[in-house]
Nanobody, 123 residues
């Protein structure tokens, strides 16, 4: 069972990146997927999540309107499209999977984690 996060990089403010979270060893269809990020010296925070049941999506206020989470079940992959990037989006981004949770925003609820991908927004 493995999650592989990718797609990070260096981008100028206002630019876009798309992160991917690919699963192997299990089917993502049955899992809620969350994206979290952690900046240096800060706690890990929830960015966005997508439910397994009906595909409902949720966003932190700081990224609402700029980020879009989606899933492609055929590719067993979840994406995070990040637009209008800001320097404060700089962090290591992690994807995580959980079958059932009452709290999508709690990192402790998630069972599986990807290794993280670095996103740096700087001019």
């Amino acid at each position: 069972v493995q999650l592989q996060a990718s797609g990070g990089g260096l981008m100028q403010p206002g630019g876009s990146l798309r992160l991917s979270c690919a699963a192997s060893g299990f089917t993502l269809d049955y899992y809620a997927i969350g994206w979290f990020r952690q900046a240096p010296g800060k706690e890990r925070e929830g960015v966005s999540c997508i439910s397994s049941s009906d595909g409902s999506t949720y966003y932190a206020d700081s990224v609402k309107g700029r980020f879009t989470i989606s899933r492609d079940n055929a590719k067993n992959t979840v994406y995070l499209q990040m637009n209008v990037l800001k320097p404060e989006d700089t962090a290591v981004y992690y994807c995580a999977a959980v079958k059932i949770t009452p709290d999508y925003w709690s990192a402790l609820e998630y069972d599986y984690w990807g290794q993280g991908t670095q996103v740096t927004v700087s001019s």
